[in-house]
């Protein structure tokens, strides 16, 4: 056979396998947006104040993709097949969910009547660590998908940015149609039960497809068989790993602390929470979305990554505080010429708070979007590693999210109030784009600029 018959056909298979991973992480993340406003909604009724039920669905899920991240990130160096290890993280979260959806009410409101023998605050924590230990488990399994299936890929002819930006934006598209989905169809229609029944079908049905995905070309430990790792390798490109898993952690705890904002704020001017915990939520994933295309799209070799770092960071602070003067504004800019050309109900569940996400958080999480797949481009140094440096990263931006809404919701809004509390955070991150300024000498800085 003509070698390039033989390589004509290998770069096919090695594109229906990209395809087949890419519709995974897009189940992957459909399904995690269908269990978070699910959780949420449950949350808010058993729990009583939204803000609160907010706090612990946030907490529960990033603590335990937080954990999982660092995981099964090292898991994807062993000897056990990836595949294996894919369908073990989906049916891991289908029955987790399932088996805690049905715990979950007899186990709260059983510690609820121990309140009259002992204090009301120790059992309010006890619920809260209960709960949040039910949404960690599943989380658990969900975040190592994205790790595992960078690693199925890496003895691929893709760059690490290809990998890493397409991945990461089939999983968030897929987050962004199940959090719209979820939020005003599936729970509107068919309830909570049977949501979460037919995300839990799909994570099953994912993972007894999974054993037979053809997985052709050289085998993940054919170190042999690796092509050269083709992320950034410039050394005047290259920044500290600690650096950059600071970084990372920094947008995790931005992003997640202005979500509880946005809660609270939009709270204030729009009626229905639960929409906009849906919307806000969908808004945030869209944004990811969006910044891992244009990056998967616009990064290159030649890109100077240290300076795209450091120009997102100083851009998401410059955008979270615009989003600031369109708060303060909300009200003469959008609710009141909307609100008096169409429909009370429609506006203000749809419209509004649909208009408010797209010119607040919908900047801010694009440029987080665009951070999280250059990071973990930048921090990659081996192909061979990719799956791991993945892990890392993931483990970091999450431990960041899991301290943001936490921070956001009991430290900030009580200390300095929801206004200051976005300034706060805008200063968190110029002072990180000064940390990445730093590391290189007076001659290279304004080169930044």
């Not at 056909?9 to 459909?30: D, N």
């Not at 990998?163 to 968030?172: P, S």
């Not at 039960?193 to 037979?212: D, K, M, R, Y």
Request: charge should be positive.
């Amino acid at each position: 056979m003509h070698p390039s018959t033989t390589t004509s056909k290998e770069t096919g298979k090695e594109q229906h396998l990209f395809l087949m991973l890419t519709a995974i992480l897009f189940l992957a993340g459909f399904t995690t947006l269908l269990y978070e406003v699910t959780w949420f909604r449950m949350m808010s009724r058993m729990l009583g104040a939204t803000i609160r039920a907010s706090v612990v669905v946030l907490a529960g899920f990033m603590t335990g993709m937080g954990i999982g991240a660092g995981y099964w990130g090292n898991r994807t160096m062993g000897k056990q097949p990836i595949k294996t290890q894919l369908t073990v993280l989906f049916s891991g979260a289908a029955i987790s969910n399932l088996v805690f959806y049905f715990l979950h009410k007899p186990v709260i409101l059983n510690l609820y009547t121990f309140s009259s023998a002992t204090s009301l605050g120790f059992i309010n924590v006890a619920v809260m660590i209960v709960a949040i230990v039910f949404l960690a488990v599943p989380a658990f399994f969900i975040r190592g998908i994205l790790p595992l299936s960078s690693a199925l890929m890496r003895h691929r002819g893709l760059t690490d940015s290809k990998i890493t930006g397409q991945l990461y934006a089939a999983e968030t598209f897929g987050s962004v149609a199940g959090g719209l989905i979820s939020g005003f169809i599936l729970l509107g229609m068919l309830g909570q039960q049977l949501t979460f029944i037919i995300a839990a079908s799909i994570n099953l049905l994912t993972a007894f497809v999974l054993p037979g995905l053809k997985e052709q070309g050289a085998s993940p430990d054919d170190d042999s068989a690796m092509q050269p790792s083709l992320n950034i390798t410039l050394k005047n490109n290259t920044l500290h790993p600690a650096l950059l898993l600071s970084a990372t952690f920094v947008f995790g705890f931005s992003v997640m602390a202005l979500q509880v904002l946005w809660i609270r704020i939009f709270k204030i001017y729009f009626t229905n929470t639960s929409y906009s915990f849906a919307l806000i939520a969908s808004v945030v994933v869209m944004g990811l979305f969006a910044g891992s295309t244009i990056f998967t799209r616009t990064f290159s070799t030649r890109t100077a990554g240290s300076r795209s770092l450091f120009r997102v960071l100083i851009f998401t602070a410059l955008t979270t505080l615009a989003g600031l003067i369109i708060v303060m504004r909300l009200p003469q800019m959008i609710i009141f010429p909307i609100a008096s050309g169409s429909t009370a109900y429609f506006s203000r569940i749809i419209v509004l708070p649909l208009i408010a996400s797209l010119l607040i958080v919908f900047p801010v999480t694009l440029l987080s979007g665009y951070a999280f797949p250059l990071i973990c481009t930048l921090y990659n140094q081996s192909r061979k590693r990719i799956g791991q440096s993945v892990g890392h990263v993931l483990f970091w931006n999450t431990l960041g999210s899991v301290a943001g809404p936490v921070f956001a919701a009991y430290i900030l809004i009580p200390l300095i109030g929801q206004a200051w509390s976005l300034v706060a955070i805008s200063s968190v991150l110029i002072f990180m784009g000064w940390r990445v300024v730093k590391t290189y000498s007076r001659s290279k800085i304004y080169s930044l600029m």
